[in-house]
């Protein structure tokens, strides 16, 4: 998982409640991502940074929203206002900003979230 | 938009033969193609990667070919192990720099001892 973490590893929430997914990397990487993934289906992008202070949607952003204060750290909030939020959560990294010369993205264990 | 088609979606193979996944990018401007490994629970691990300057890169069993023309990309596993059993994803670049991926929908391979 290459020094990208990802906390808590599970994760509960009660219907109508914020919660917050933790992603922090020592690579220096300057780009990071959010993924949802959901059974039989590939990573679908939620947002993704590639400065500190910047940021842009995904395809699926509606119901989330991120910050990146921190080269390092990458947060997702997962609100109230995402209505099937029930997923696999992955965040990831990249070396460069941008150029197909540093294209690989090092992905996080994971965070399983469950709304109860 | 842009779309990543992968087939099969499940594979069953036993030890020692081959298995071949199939994916078909829609961008033209593609130019970098990842193959991840993704086992129960853990994140996608990078396994081998392609760009679009080249037709074909090879790393032990695993092997990777790019038809740009027909905007197809494959993975080819030979003599196949049991610790090759997990999900398979391919991707493709969007974007002006290829700064994100377009995922296929993934391939659960197994390999029957």
């Known amino acids: 998982d290459g020094g990208i973490t990802q906390s808590p590893k599970y994760l509960f929430r009660k219907e109508g409640q914020n919660v917050t997914l933790s992603c922090e990397q020592n690579?220096?990487?300057?780009?990071m991502y959010w993924y949802r993934q959901d059974p039989g289906q590939g990573l679908r992008l939620i947002y993704y940074s590639q400065i500190v202070n910047d940021f842009q949607k995904g395809d699926i952003a509606e119901g989330y929203s991120v910050s990146r204060e921190k080269k390092e750290s990458f947060p997702l909030t997962v609100t109230s206002a995402q209505k099937n939020p029930t997923a696999f959560y992955l965040c990831a990294s990249r070396r460069a900003r941008g150029g197909a010369a540093n294209n690989e993205q090092f992905f996080g264990p994971g965070t399983r979230l469950t709304v109860l | 938009g842009e779309n990543v088609e992968q087939h099969p979606s499940t594979l069953s193979v036993q030890e020692g033969d081959s298995a071949v996944i199939k994916c078909t990018y829609s961008?033209?401007?593609?130019?970098?193609f990842p193959w991840y490994k993704q086992e129960l629970g853990k994140g996608p691990q990078l396994i081998i990667d392609i760009r679009s300057n080249v037709g074909e890169k090879k790393d032990q069993r695993i092997a990777v070919t790019l038809n740009k023309t027909a905007k197809h990309f494959s993975l080819h596993i030979t003599e196949t192990q049991p610790e090759d059993s997990a999900v398979y994803f391919c991707a493709a670049t969007r974007g002006n720099y290829g700064q994100n991926f377009v995922f296929g929908p993934g391939t659960r391979l197994s390999v029957l001892p």
């Open positions: 690579l220096n990487h300057d780009a």
């Open positions: 961008d033209s401007a593609s130019n970098y």
